[in-house]
C-alpha cells in the first residue's frame, strides 16, 4: 500500500463520537456484525483478497458498501474500491470479535458530504454537480413562491429535471444588519389539510447533494442555493413543503408547492 494511500483523513463515527483527522490503513470487521463504508461518491468497483469476506453495496444505495466476514478468524487480507470519481481506496482487512468501530465515513472531507447517493438511473454524480451548476446560473425563474420574514426573504425562482434528478433553485436575501444562521432547511411531502382526528403524514425528501451549501446568510447579502433531488411528483391533497428556521431566531421561512408546479420543472439546458 503507498503512503498516500494510507495517509487518507477519515471521520470515523461510533456511539456517537467523531474521531476526525486519523488516518487509517487497516479496517477490523467480525463474521458477528456488519461494518459500513460510506465514501463520498457511488462505488463502482470492489475487489476483496479472499473469499473469507463478503461485501455488497447497500439496498438501493450507490455509496455505501457493506463488508463482514464470511468465517471467524480469517487470515490478514484486503479490500480494494474504485469509486465514480476515480479515486482508490485500499486497506487490510483483520479480523475482531468485536470492532471498535463499525461505520466509516470516507466522505467527511467532503462539503456536501451525502449521507447516502441513490442510484439514479444512468446520471452520476459528476453530472449531477455540473446541472446544479448550471442551474445555479440559469436566468429563468418563477414567480410568486416566496416567504418572507423580517427583511429575511427565501425564494424558490426555478425548477428543473435531467434524467431522474430534479434541482431546486433557492434564493436567500438578507436585507437586515442581523446575519441568518440556517438551523435547517428541509423538504417534505406532507397532507394539505390536517384533519382533527388524524395526525399529519409527512414524508421527508434527502438531498442528493447541495450546490453552494452554506450555513450563514450575512446580513446585507444573497446566496443561492440549488438542491438536488430524486425525482417525485406529489399525491392529490399533499403539497411539497420547504422550511428554512433560523437558529436561535425566529426568522422561520415556509413555502408550499402543488404538484401543478412540479410538473413545470424545465429541462436543465
Known sequence: MS??????????????????????SSIDITYYKTTNLLFPYAVKSVDIGSRD????????????????????????TNLTVVTADGKFYSYILNYVDTPAVLNINFAAKVKWNPEAFFSSGDITEAEVQADAETVAF???????????????TMRLDGIYINENVMYFRMKLDNQSNINYDISQLRFSIRDQKKSRRTAMQELEIN????????????????????????????????????QMTEKNGGRNLELKLRNKSILKAKTVS
Open 3 to 24: 503512503r498516500a494511500t494510507a495517509s487518507v483523513l477519515l471521520s470515523v463515527t461510533h456511539k456517537g463520537c467523531a474521531l476526525i483527522g486519523r488516518p487509517l
Open 207 to 242: 438531498p442528493l447533494y447541495v450546490y453552494n451549501d452554506t450555513a450563514v446568510v450575512a446580513g446585507h447579502s444573497k446566496q443561492v442555493l440549488v438542491f438536488a433531488v430524486p425525482k417525485f411528483t406529489i399525491p392529490d391533497k399533499k403539497v411539497l413543503n420547504i
Open 138 to 152: 440559469d436566468t429563468k425563474k418563477l414567480r410568486r413562491i416566496k416567504d418572507k420574514s423580517y427583511s429575511m
Open 53 to 76: 469476506i463478503l461485501a455488497q453495496k447497500a439496498k438501493g444505495v450507490e455509496n455505501i458498501l457493506q463488508v463482514k466476514a464470511a468465517r471467524a478468524g480469517f487470515d490478514e
